[in-house]
C-alpha cells in the first residue's frame, strides 16, 4: 500500500521528476558546446519545469488548478522526450547510451505516472 502523501517530499511522482531533472543535466553536460543555448538549454529548462509544475500543483488550492499545472507538466515531458530523439538523431549521444536509455526510460515513467495522478484526481 502506498504511504500517505502529506507534503511535497512525499510525492513519489515529484521525487522522480527531481532525479530525471538532475539526469537531465547530466547527461547535457556533456554536449558540444555549440549547443550550449539550444538543445542543451532547452532540456534543462523544461526537465525542471516538470519537477517545478508539479509542486506548484500540489501548493494550488483547488483540484483544477492542480490538475491544469500537472497538465502543463505532461506536456513539458513530451518535450524532453522529443528533444531527447532529436539528440539522438543529431547524434550527440547514441540511443544506447546507458544515460540516454535511463532518460527515455524516466520520461516514460513519468507520463505514466503523471496519467495515473490526473486520472485519479478527476474521479
Same mark, same amino acid.
Request: positive net charge; aromatic residues 6%; hydrophobic residues 45%.
Given at each position: 500500500?502506498?504511504?500517505?502523501?502529506?507534503?511535497?517530499?512525499?510525492?513519489?511522482?515529484?521525487?522522480?521528476?527531481?532525479?530525471?531533472?538532475?539526469?537531465?543535466?547530466?547527461?547535457?553536460? /556533456?554536449?558540444?558546446? =555549440?549547443?550550449?543555448?539550444?538543445?542543451?538549454?532547452?532540456?534543462?529548462?523544461?526537465?525542471?519545469?516538470?519537477?517545478?509544475?508539479? &509542486?506548484?500543483?500540489?501548493?494550488?488550492?483547488?483540484?483544477?488548478?492542480?490538475?491544469?499545472?500537472?497538465?502543463?507538466?505532461?506536456?513539458?515531458?513530451?518535450? @524532453?522526450?522529443?528533444?531527447? @530523439?532529436?539528440?539522438?538523431?543529431?547524434?550527440?549521444?547514441?540511443? =544506447? =547510451? &546507458?544515460?540516454?536509455?535511463?532518460?527515455?526510460?524516466?520520461?516514460?515513467?513519468?507520463? /505514466?505516472?503523471?496519467? @495515473?495522478?490526473?486520472?485519479?484526481?478527476?474521479?
Amino acid at each position: 500500500m502506498a504511504k500517505p502523501v502529506r507534503c511535497l517530499e512525499d510525492l513519489d511522482l515529484w521525487q522522480v521528476s527531481i532525479d530525471f531533472a538532475v539526469l537531465i543535466h547530466d547527461l547535457t553536460a /556533456r554536449r558540444p558546446a =555549440d549547443e550550449r543555448f539550444g538543445l542543451v538549454s532547452q532540456m534543462r529548462k523544461a526537465s525542471v519545469a516538470i519537477a517545478s509544475s508539479i &509542486a506548484e500543483g500540489f501548493g494550488r488550492r483547488t483540484t483544477g488548478e492542480y490538475l491544469n499545472c500537472l497538465s502543463v507538466a505532461s506536456g513539458e515531458n513530451r518535450e @524532453v522526450f522529443t528533444q531527447l @530523439v532529436i539528440v539522438q538523431r543529431k547524434k550527440y549521444i547514441a540511443a =544506447d =547510451d &546507458a544515460m540516454m536509455v535511463l532518460a527515455m526510460e524516466m520520461t516514460n515513467r513519468i507520463g /505514466r505516472m503523471l496519467t @495515473v495522478l490526473i486520472r485519479r484526481l478527476r474521479a
